[in-house]
């Protein structure tokens, strides 16, 4: 399974930006999570999705300002991110898991990152 995160960018405060997740063929039951790391720092969850039932969550600091969405036709998970603050400046990388959990352990498959700075 290879993960390919893409999208990411400088942006400025207020600003939105979009991150999409070309995952692959997946099981249909598998779940995917966005998970972002400053260095230095422990990688922390965002938000994630199953993909047959587009169920969501989201970790409190994003939720009302990112958006998880899918397109299983082109197997393919985007982050819309809006109101973007200084402090969602990192690298944000997306993950392949089978159970529905904001976990690290429960994701198996992990794609290479994209930059999303956040500054003016």
């Known amino acids: 399974v290879q993960l390919q995160a893409s999208g990411g960018g400088l942006v400025q405060p207020g600003g939105s930006l979009t991150l999409s997740c070309a995952t692959g063929r997946t099981y249909s039951s598998s779940v995917i999570g966005w998970f972002r790391q400053v260095p230095g720092r422990a990688r922390e969850f965002v938000a994630l999705i199953r993909r047959s039932s587009g169920t969501t969550y989201y970790a409190d600091s994003v939720k009302g300002r990112f958006i998880i969405s899918k397109d299983n036709a082109k197997n393919t998970v985007y982050l819309r991110m809006n109101s973007l603050i200084p402090e969602d400046t990192a690298v944000y990388s997306c993950?392949?898991?089978?159970?529905?959990?904001?976990?690290?352990?429960?994701?198996?498959?992990w794609g290479q990152g994209t930059l999303v700075t956040v500054s003016s």
């Open positions: 993950a392949i898991g089978s159970t529905f959990d904001s976990g690290e352990s429960a994701y198996r498959y």
